[in-house]
């Protein structure tokens, strides 16, 4: 009897841990995206704001290839930011933060750092 309780407990102990361990929440942060920042780039933005970020006037996408990476930078990773629900710095970015949600249902999360760098190494014009 004492031996069947003891088996007992001890596989609940087993699988209270086991399910622990499938219990990945913990490792979010570390993200493996699912494109690279070219295709993002030439799938989600291109559309707004040009092949080449000239700026597209019908969207209302304003020219990139005139912004420093540093300002890039502030700008996408505020929209990134206000369009998943977090803080914004209260700049006037409704339509990219909406737009953002649904990059990202589509799977097409994009590092924001390595954007600005992408925009800035092959778009700008003063460089
Ligand atoms: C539906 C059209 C649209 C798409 C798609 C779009 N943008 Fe924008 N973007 C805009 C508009 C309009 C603005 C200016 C107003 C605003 O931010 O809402 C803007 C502003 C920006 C700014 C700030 C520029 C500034 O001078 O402050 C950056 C940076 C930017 N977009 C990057 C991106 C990136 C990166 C993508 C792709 C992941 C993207 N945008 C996709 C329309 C778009």
Redesign the pocket.
Known sequence: MNKAITIFFGTIVVIALSGCGDDDSSKQEVKNYKYTTAE??EK??A???GEKGEG?KK????A?ND?EVY??KM??TD?KMGGIGGHSSG???????H??QK?IEKG?D?DTDA??QY?YENFNINK
């Open positions: 993002v780039y989600m933005c559309k707004c704001h597209v969207e209302k996408g304003p990139l912004q300002e890039l700008g996408i929209i700049t006037e970015h409704e339509i990219m933060e737009n953002m990059i097409m994009y954007m600005a925009i």
